[in-house]
């Protein structure tokens, strides 16, 4: 076989790789270099004029990256403390082992649009039945429509879906995790905090930042929840950078502007998460 | 728009309510219209039922089921049965019906024979649309429609989109609670004032907020003052209109309501709309607890339910009020909008101490063909039927359907009495409350159709939510608004803006 013959097989894969990736990308830049919209369509050239609009006069999308931090770093950390609690609760022989396991996967095998209906219909302000049980005691805490538990309301929501996600990749990191450092952890006297501390944790390390990261890109595209949970409000409270771009391109039309959102949101993002990986590497791995 | 007199309406209704067939052999077959059987029509029952469209397929792009999307399948079912023709319909959230029909619009595509969406949608769909033949425009059904409402589905005086809905934002009211002589004793003791069908937004924040938070239905549960549209991006910019008319819809100050037409300069952010956003930013009090977060659907159960004393939006929660099933049959009322005791006068720069009130022709649904579509006559044909005459009854009567009055002959009580099972009061206020709106004002407000209508919308949506929310004070926000306004019409044109604003403009204009 000669070095041509190698290219034609790896072809197929090249122009796959090409149309769902390549294109898109490509296409969106290109599209982030126009002015269409519901008026003007087609792909007239105006250079970086919707950049300059983005970074001199749109604080909204600003404030709608620093609201998506907040929720998405809130979100993962919660998600990685109770994802590991449970992944060493059923870690261990326990009874009823494989059944908790099973139920805790269950949220995240719900539709994520589907279970934030329900939430929505739960957190219902009126009419839901977690008011209900809040009047017993002459409260009706304002889930959706205050300011600061709107956003309690959307990471609690988004914990609960995601959770399981972060305990099925940690327990699948706590069962092949070798045996030896825990046989000499006991020969040493450990105890169990002393085991995890300097057994468990500093083993499970790579996993974990694994896990925090996938979780943290999936935790930053954060739109389903509030879309239906609180439509980014009450005001702009629980207004997401995802959830703004989706407002800009699909509701206001401003496709040429939405492109431009989306690939500055891509670039800070590959940035953000490299910086996050290097950090976690250096406290977790490290313990620097 | 002329005032129809009564006689030539009862005319129009005698007429119709004698043609009105009752059991036939299409009311065997179709049960939706077992009423009032089939009318004879260009687009009846037995005319459907003589065209052949075997082996053609229609593609519909319209909403979600029910509100719209139910009798978009119903009409879809039964014309497949009368004509063979194999008609297929896609349901989409309210938010989605335009950019998934504009994407593939802009596309050159057509993969939707038929788009349903918003009246307002006009002014960006309508090059992409097939302007209705005059066969169907000059057809008697069409002759029924009100003249508001041939105008909201036309541009420059050609009709584009189909009329099979009327919409209008209106006052809707418990009466059992307003008319009660105990209730307006109490109210009189305690405020000093009358208990009536609240003529000012002040009267109905007063109102609303005396009877929050207790339960003045003896049900067991709490009832609150008004049920709103609140939510960020759920159609609250047109409740924030809605508010918004009294105050600043002077009739004496003629060249735009939204936009001076001259300067183009938006009106958005003058005192009249800002008085009307601090009445708002007030009512977040009075509405159920949540109530900020309430949709258009919320807002329907809400009032629908029995929960609150006050509504104003679309015919749907009154219509749900109305129905069979509902806990409130027959304790509701229906009054036109609030008005004001004071009107914003821009040319003079001050406001005018003398009561207001202006009618909000809000958008609704409405349905047209696609330019490019190969199938014209059956997607023309389709439409005809959904809006026949016995459709069309049978539609208004179901509130799921988000089916409102539009036609003259929709303003006879008689039909939701007879139909309905309307107490015959009832029925008149409503029908007297809507024909007045139609027809009887020379204060109207037509809903903003210029290009990138969603642009402005949406600003005015995150302003105002803004403001609900306490992030910003009413005029800041406004403020806020005007300047994102001002950049829209940068970026579209002011020429081009004002050249579509200056034919909604010259509706209210003509008035």
Known sequence: ?288 | MKITSSVSLLAIGAVLLAGTAQADKWSDQFPHIKNSGDIPGQCSYEAMSKKDYSGQKLTINTHAVPVMGEPTALHAEQFSALTGAEVKVIHTPAGDLYSKAMIPFQAGQTPYDIVFGFSNFLRDWKQYLQPIPAKYVNMKQMQDVTQGHIDVNSWGGEMIQFPIDGDRHYLKYRRDVIDNPEYQAKYKAETGNELRIPQTWKEYAEMAEFFNGWDWDNDGELEYGSAEVMKKDDLMYAAFFSRSVAYSKNPRVKGGFFFDLETMEPLINGPGFVAALTDWVEATKYVPPGGMNFGLGDEINSFGGGQTLFSYSWDDAFVAAMQDDSPIKNKVGAAPLPGSDRVWNRLSGAWEDTYNQAPYIVWGWTAAVAKESKNHDMAFDYLCFFANDANHQADIAIGRFGVNPFRKSDFLPEIYVKNQGWDPEIAQQYSETLLEMEEGSTNLVFPLRVPGVFQFNSAVATGTAKALAGQLSPQEALDEVAVEWKKIVKRIGADTVREAYAIGVALEDSE
Request: proline share 5%; glycine share 6%.
């Open chain 1, 1 to 288: 076989m000669n070095f041509k013959h190698k290219y034609m097989f790896l072809l197929p894969g090249l122009l796959v790789l090409l149309a769902i990736l390549i294109f898109p990308i490509g296409f969106t830049v290109r599209l982030s270099l126009s002015s269409w919209d519901s008026f003007y369509p087609g792909l007239d050239f105006i250079g970086l004029e919707n950049y300059v609009r983005l970074f001199t006069d749109d604080s909204r999308f600003w404030e709608a990256f620093g609201r998506l931090s907040l929720l998405s770093l809130t979100t993962v950390f919660l998600q990685y403390i109770i994802g590991f609690s449970l992944a060493l609760l059923v870690w261990k022989e326990i009874r009823f082992q494989r059944l908790f396991r099973v139920l805790f996967l269950i949220p995240m095998m719900t539709t994520p649009v589907i279970m934030t209906v329900v939430w929505r219909t739960v957190f219902h302000e009126s009419l839901g039945p977690v008011n209900d049980f809040f009047s017993l005691f002459g409260m009706q805490p304002l889930w959706l429509s205050s300011e600061i538990l709107s956003k309690f309301t959307v990471i609690l929501v988004e914990v609960w879906q995601w959770t399981p996600f972060m305990f099925l990749l940690l327990l699948a990191g706590l069962l092949s995790l070798p045996k030896e450092p825990y046989l000499a952890a006991s020969i040493d006297g450990a105890g169990p905090i002393r085991t995890f501390v300097y057994v468990t944790f500093p083993l499970m390390a790579p996993i974990s930042i694994g896990a925090i990261i996938i979780r943290l890109i999936e935790a930053s595209k954060i739109m389903d929840t509030v879309y239906v949970l609180t439509s980014g409000g009450p005001g702009t409270s629980t207004e997401t950078s995802s959830f703004y771009i989706f407002i800009k391109g699909l509701r206001e039309f401003q496709f040429g502007y939405s492109a431009a959102l989306s690939i500055t949101y891509l670039i800070i993002m590959i940035i953000s998460f490299t910086v996050i990986a290097k950090i976690l590497v250096k406290l977790m791995v490290r313990g620097e």
